[in-house]
């Protein structure tokens, strides 16, 4: 089992920057693809960016504004998010899969508690 817990969440405003982490327990993540999702209200939820191990995916909207990194050393995953946008406002979810569909939700076994992230004009 993997247990992930989403933080940094906030309120900033258009323009401003957020980092998320994801803290992963249970097992190493190194092998793992990560994955963040986004669900604001009222619609479904959507893939962000995620990393393989040699690899990295974006959404078309956070391209060059969104970096997934993660550090194995500390099994944390994160993402920095700037030149944020009121469009971005959402719950963000971190994810774990061995999944070679890094795009689709369907494909991650692992998902933490979610995180808020409002971003106001």
């Known amino acids: 089992q993997v247990q992930l817990v989403e933080s940094g969440g906030g309120s900033v405003q258009a323009g401003g920057s957020l980092r998320l982490s994801c803290a992963a327990s249970?097992?190493?993540?190194?092998?793992?693809?990560m994955g963040w999702f986004r669900q604001a209200p009222g619609k479904e939820r959507e893939f962000v960016a995620a990393r393989r191990v040699f690899s990295e995916y974006y959404a078309d909207d956070v391209k060059d504004r969104f970096t997934i990194s993660r550090d194995n050393a500390k099994n944390t995953v994160y993402l920095q998010m700037n030149s944020l946008k009121t469009e971005d406002t959402a719950v963000y979810y971190c994810a774990a899969g061995l999944s070679n569909s890094p795009l689709k939700a369907i494909e991650y076994a692992y998902w933490g508690q979610g995180t808020q992230v409002t971003v106001s004009s």
């Open positions: 249970g097992r190493t993540l190194s092998m793992y693809t």
